[in-house]
Nanobody, 124 residues
Framework: VQLQASGGGLVQAGGSLRLSCAAS????????MGWFRQAPGKEREFVAA????????DVADAVKGRFTISRDNAKNTGYLQMTILKPEDTAVYYC??????????????????WGQGTQVTVSS
């Protein structure tokens, strides 16, 4: 499956953005999906994940209550709604996908397919 992330940009602190991850090539609904981010000089970190059906989600503590992950399998697209953005949310955001279940879906190594990343910059 090929993934294309979009929706990043420059936003002021307190603002909102919605990232999209468009999938093609295979049946997107068969894949769980995750969002990760990587800030300059830091390791890639888990942001959120969602099951293939969308019935199970998880978000990192750092973004809990501010970010929401969702998906629309009919459109082969996943989303990350980001609100109350903070300067520390500045990073390149990546979407990822993998077939099957994993109890460690917060680990980047559990994903097989990656999008190219989209830059999110939050100014103070």
């Amino acid at each position: 499956v090929q993934l294309q992330a979009s929706g990043g940009g420059l936003v002021q602190a307190g603002g909102s953005l919605r990232l999209s991850c468009a999938a093609s090539g295979r049946t997107f609904s068969s894949y769980r999906m995750g969002w990760f981010r990587q800030a300059p000089g830091k390791e890639r970190e888990f942001v959120a994940a969602i099951s293939w059906s969308g019935s199970v989600t998880d978000v990192a503590d750092a973004v809990k209550g501010r970010f929401t992950i969702s998906r629309d399998n009919a459109k082969n697209t996943g989303y990350l709604q980001m609100t109350i953005l903070k300067p520390e949310d500045t990073a390149v955001y990546y979407c990822a996908a993998a077939a099957g279940y994993s109890s460690r879906w917060f680990l980047s190594g559990s994903y097989d397919y990656w999008g190219q990343g989209t830059q999110v910059t939050v100014s103070s």
